[in-house]
Each structure stands twice: as structure tokens, then as C-alpha cells.
């Protein structure tokens, strides 16, 4: 379970505080799928950095009673100057998983092949994409946050996706964030829109999507 | 604000020292690399430095007319520079080239910094090993009179790197103008730290004020161990402990400070 409790966030700007979650709370249960909506820059992914821990909020609370993936998203998580298999090596040393019995699966799954050993800068978003998703493959998370990035990629990075993630993880539970709304149709129980600094849940998708077309 | 999850004392020190490992090892390659002597750098490069200086301070003639091996004083007093001056030096802008990294909620700003200081100790410590034993060897330099002294000394002038360290890191990641005022500082320093003279060289005065300055003492009890009876030493282990002390205190609760801030990239 993970409860966030009365989550403001305030970024200090050049022109004043700017509040960017104002009171959202939530509950994540253990299995439960949540889809998150909203404009560009109405503090999506802010919401799902919170959650992994990766930033603190300005007030609220947090508790984490299952474990939580990082942000699975396009920038951040990885030194661009290190390779792949070196930001492999990180991650597992990291959260405590053995190396090297990864390293296959990474590099089957990723379809990087030598592009595991040049550094992650030089690789387009697509190749990013894939690091990122196979990386996060090999530790075992609870729940996954997952922001855009599954979005990226052709149609054999979906078909794996769908199948590592959807179907064989399908008991974990996972926040996403998407503009691409069959995404969320697809993979989600429920959504919420964010708007303002506030976060409406709705239990219907459809709902979900008039409020945040209307908005 | 509350950040709650059930995590033991034990298992977080378990955690920390992973993710410290980490972000050593992660250093390591991307300052060293694996190209020629790769991670050997971390002491060849102090090494150089010091065998530099101490050829330059025995053509020079630095040991004022004192009995004192040049070769010993320029070891000892250089490498004594380079523990404390490179840690600090080293955590200065060390968040942003890590930002990313933090996108893993258990790489925090204080792991960034412990990392980075921890490898310039074993640099630093590494290469005076190398250089003492070396030169004890040949000869050109005693054996230590009172080897837990040196040990005593080493260690104090490590703790108040590493506390200076987390205090200036902090400081520079809160103000831009730190970074800047920071070279300068060290700079000036050098001449001041206690590594190009003994203080009962100095007029009685200077005596008093430059004992102000903590990694003085630090050399002090350094060069006491080395040459004992040879010289005569002017420290108080305490004023430094208690310099350390607070110099901790604040470090570690600016790079708290820090941490709550810092934005992942």
C-alpha cells in the first residue's frame, strides 16, 4: 500500500513560490492500476517523483509499505557518460542485485548489442527507452511509476512491454502517467486528473477523460 | 512532514553503504576510466604532486637551516595538504553531474559527498603510504619515531577534510559565489596550513594566531610522530577535535538541508 496524505509540493521560482500539488492525496493498493492526466507542466510527473521518493514534498506525508520503482521515464535515473552496462552495474549495486546474471537479459531485451558498451549520451530516446524499461525488469518492484516513457519505441518494444510488464508482472501495482490515451484505457482499473495543483479520481476512464478534456 | 516506511536501523546502514559503494565505484570509472592504469590515478596523481613538490622544496632549500630530512618535511607537510584541501574541493558542485542519479530514492546528496570524500582519503592515504615506505626504504627518510602519532594526525586532518568537505559542498550547492570564493580560499591557504614550516619556527606572535587554523595542528602532530624528539611541536588535540566537531555538525545538517531541496534532473 502506498497512502499519500495532503501532498503540497512549492517550487521556489525567479517570480515567487510556485505551488505545484496543493492537498492531493491518494492510495495506491497492492495489484491496483492508476492512470494520471493532465495538461503539459500541471505537475504529473512532480506527483510521481513524490511517490518514488526521488523528491520530498514541501508538506504532507508519504508511507511506503510496498516497494516502489524508480520513475521509469525519459530523462534522469542514468549517467549519460557511463554505458549502458555500466549504469547496469550501478543500478544493481544499487539495490542489491547480483550483476552479472542480468546482463544477458539486458542486452536481449534492450537490443542494444554493442551500444551496451558506448555511453548512454549517445543513444537516441527510443534506445533510452529500452535501457530504462529492460534495467528496470531486473529488480523486482511492488509497484512501477511508470511517466511517458512506454509511449516511445516501435512496435516490437510494445509487443515486449506488453508482455514483461502487462502479463507477466500483472499482479504488481502501477501509477502511469500517458498522453496517448489507449495506454491508459488498456492498462488501467481507474484515473486521475490533476488540475491546478488538485487530483480528481474517477473510477470510470471515460469519466476521467470528459473532465479532462473539459478542463 | 512525515516520510514513513518500516525500515530498521540496520537495514538502512546495510542500504547507505550499498548505495555508497556505488556511487565510489561509479567515480571511479567515470574520473579514471579503464583506459591505461585506470583507478591507479587515485594515488599516482597525488603521488606526483607530492614527488613534484618535494624536489622543488629541496633544490629550494625550504628546511631553514633545521636538521630536518627535506625530503621527509615535504612529504609529510604535502601530503598533509592534499588530504585535507582535495575533499572539499571535490564535493564543490558535486550534486550536478549526480542529479540523475537521484532519481533512485536512496542516492542521497550526503552519499554523493561521502563517496567522493572517502575516495580522495584513500588517494591521498594511499599515496603517502607508497611514498613513505618508498623513500624509508632508500633511505632517504627516517622511519616514524611513534607510529600511532602519525596515524593520530593522519586521522585528524581526514576528519576535518571530510567535515570541511560537507560544509563547503553544502554551501556551494546553495550559493554559486561559494564555488568561486572557495579557490581562492584554498589558495591562499596553502602557504598557511602548517605544511612549509614548523611552528616553533615562527616569532611568538605569529606563533599564537596561526594555531587559529585547525589542520595546523593536525601537521603538528603529524611531524611529532615522524621526527619526535627532532622538533619540537606546538598542538592541542582538543581545540582541533572540537573544530571538527562543529565543523561536522554543520556540514552534515547543511547537506540535510540540501538533500530536502535538491530537484532530480
Known amino acids: 500500500m502506498i497512502v499519500l496524505e495532503n501532498i503540497t509540493k512549492r517550487y521556489n521560482t525567479r517570480q515567487g513560490a510556485s505551488t505545484v500539488l496543493n492537498g492531493v492525496s491518494l492510495q495506491v493498493k497492492p495489484g491496483e492500476k492508476i492512470g494520471i492526466l493532465g495538461r503539459n507542466g500541471s505537475g504529473k510527473s512532480t506527483l510521481i517523483r513524490i511517490i518514488s521518493g526521488a523528491e520530498l514534498p514541501t508538506s504532507g506525508s508519504i508511507t511506503r509499505s510496498m516497494s516502489v520503482s524508480w520513475p521509469l521515464a525519459f530523462g534522469g535515473a542514468f549517467q549519460g557518460s557511463l554505458t549502458g552496462l555500466d549504469n547496469l552495474r550501478f543500478i544493481c549495486r544499487v539495490y542489491g542485485v547480483d550483476f552479472l546474471p542480468c546482463v544477458d537479459y539486458v542486452e536481449e531485451f534492450s537490443e542494444l548489442g554493442r551500444y551496451m558498451r558506448e555511453p548512454v549520451k549517445t543513444y537516441s530516446s527510443g534506445m533510452r527507452a529500452r535501457l530504462a524499461f529492460a534495467i528496470s525488469m531486473v529488480v523486482e518492484f511492488d509497484c512501477f511509476l511508470i511517466d511517458e516513457v512506454i509511449s516511445v519505441g516501435d512496435a516490437r518494444f510494445h509487443a515486449k512491454c506488453q508482455q514483461e510488464l502487462f502479463e507477466k508482472r500483472r499482479d504488481r501495482a502501477m501509477i502511469m502517467v500517458s498522453h496517448e490515451a489507449h495506454n491508459i484505457r488498456e492498462h488501467c482499473s481507474h484515473a486521475c486528473v490533476i488540475s491546478e495543483g488538485k487530483l480528481n479520481e474517477f473510477t470510470d476512464i471515460n469519466a476521467a477523460y470528459e473532465y479532462y478534456q473539459s478542463n | ?265
Open chain 2, 1 to 265: 512532514m512525515g516520510i514513513t516506511s518500516e525500515v530498521s536501523l540496520r537495514r538502512s546502514g546495510r542500504i547507505q553503504a550499498r548505495v555508497i559503494w556505488a556511487l565510489l565505484m561509479r567515480e571511479i570509472i567515470t574520473r579514471y576510466g579503464r583506459h591505461n592504469i585506470g583507478f591507479m590515478w587515485m594515488f599516482v596523481e597525488p603521488m606526483m604532486f607530492t614527488l613534484g613538490v618535494a624536489a622543488l622544496w629541496s633544490f629550494a632549500g625550504l628546511s631553514h637551516g633545521s636538521s630536518l630530512p627535506i625530503v621527509a618535511f615535504a612529504i609529510t607537510g604535502y601530503s598533509a595538504v592534499l588530504l585535507w584541501r582535495n575533499m572539499p574541493g571535490r564535493c564543490v558542485g558535486a550534486i550536478e553531474p549526480n542529479l540523475a542519479l537521484m532519481y533512485h530514492r536512496n542516492v542521497k546528496v550526503m552519499d554523493i559527498y561521502a563517496s567522493r570524500i572517502l575516495l580522495e582519503v584513500a588517494g591521498a592515504t594511499i599515496s603517502f603510504t607508497i611514498l613513505s615506505l618508498l623513500f624509508i626504504a632508500i633511505g632517504w627518510m627516517p622511519y616514524p619515531e611513534d607510529i600511532m602519532k602519525v596515524l593520530v594526525g593522519w586521522f585528524m586532518l581526514a576528519w576535518f577534510g571530510g567535515a570541511l568537505a560537507f560544509t563547503v559542498g553544502g554551501l556551494s550547492a546553495m550559493s554559486e559565489a561559494v564555488e568561486k570564493v572557495w579557490h581562492p580560499i584554498t589558495y591562499l591557504m596553502f602557504p598557511l596550513s602548517g605544511a612549509m614550516f614548523m611552528v616553533e619556527w615562527l616569532p611568538d606572535v605569529a606563533k599564537n594566531i596561526i594555531l587559529y587554523l585547525p589542520m595546523v595542528h593536525g601537521v603538528e602532530i603529524l611531524r611529532e610522530g615522524y621526527f619526535g624528539s627532532a622538533v619540537r611541536a606546538h598542538y592541542d588535540i582538543l581545540y582541533m577535535g572540537v573544530i571538527c566537531l562543529c565543523l561536522t555538525l554543520l556540514g552534515l545538517s547543511l547537506t540535510r538541508e540540501v538533500g530536502r531541496r535538491v530537484t532530480p534532473e
